[in-house]
């Protein structure tokens, strides 16, 4: 064993053994002026369309999973990608099984950047910038928020939140747990850059169309 290798473990058994740490409370960084769903699912799809993103009200799940079907055959894409969890499998149920390319960890970035949709699903929304929070344990899992070129997002309205700080709690609460690993991506609206003479040009760096379906 190298000298590395023993400090690596001398620092493992020490972190495994060490006292457990709770968690400090949340700050309260700004007030929270409403946990109205109504309201706050108002001022995200305001805040979203803002920002030229599509968002798509559907009362139940069976609703939302008819949407994503006619969404995608009402744009002629042979098949999307999408994050293989509970609610991406909800939502794509009427689609047909061909449609549909299941991201896994040896999904390459060259596959995923030819298709011409990604299908992700959100773990909070935030009502005042219409942003989606995805947490996003795999690289390909991350690389389906940026390189189709339409992001779809799945989401509850349980999800909404009124600002970041409203959310810091139950975030700061996923990220403890000690299997997960991967980074947390905030997507507000579609890619966007106004580098070159302050002309806003959509889809440069990252999704050029972004709809979310609300679902609740």
């Known amino acids: ?24 409370p949340a700050p309260e960084v700004w007030p929270r002026a409403t946990t109205d769903p109504a309201a706050l699912a108002l001022r995200f799809g305001n805040e979203l369309e803002a920002v030229q993103g599509e968002w798509i009200r559907c ?21 999307i990608g999408a994050v293989d969890g509970p609610l991406c499998r909800q939502v794509a149920a009427k689609l047909h099984p061909e449609r549909l390319a299941w991201a896994d960890e ?10 011409p949709a990604g ?12 942003s ?5 344990p795999t690289a390909p899992e991350r ?16 999800m909404l939140r009124e600002h970041l700080p409203a959310a810091w709690e139950g975030i700061a609460e996923k990220l403890s747990e000690p299997g997960l690993r ?5 997507i507000t609206g579609p890619s966007r850059t ?21 679902v609740g």
């Not at 989606?132 to 996003?136: D, G, M, P, S």
């Not at 991967?182 to 905030?186: K, L, N, Q």
């Not at 106004?194 to 609300?214: F, N, S, T, W, Y």
Request: hydrophobic fraction near 50%; include cysteine; charge should be negative.
């Open 1 to 24: 064993m190298s000298s590395r290798d023993t400090i690596l473990q001398a620092i493992r058994s020490s972190l495994s053994t060490g006292p457990v740490l709770e968690r400090p």
């Open 59 to 79: 009362p139940t799940m069976d609703d939302a999973a008819r949407q994503l079907a006619e969404l995608v055959d009402g744009s002629q894409w042979p098949v």
């Open 106 to 115: 040896d999904t390459q970035p060259a596959a995923i950047a030819e298709l």
């Open 119 to 130: 299908l992700v699903e959100a773990q909070w929304l935030l009502a005042d910038t219409g």
């Open 132 to 136: 989606c929070v995805v947490l996003c």
């Open 143 to 158: 690389l389906m928020c940026y390189l189709p070129e339409t992001c779809i997002v799945a989401a509850t309205a349980d």
């Open 182 to 186: 991967g980074e947390v991506v905030i």
């Open 194 to 214: 106004a580098d070159i003479e302050k002309i806003l040009i959509l889809g440069v760096h990252g999704p050029k169309r972004l709809v979310v379906l609300l």
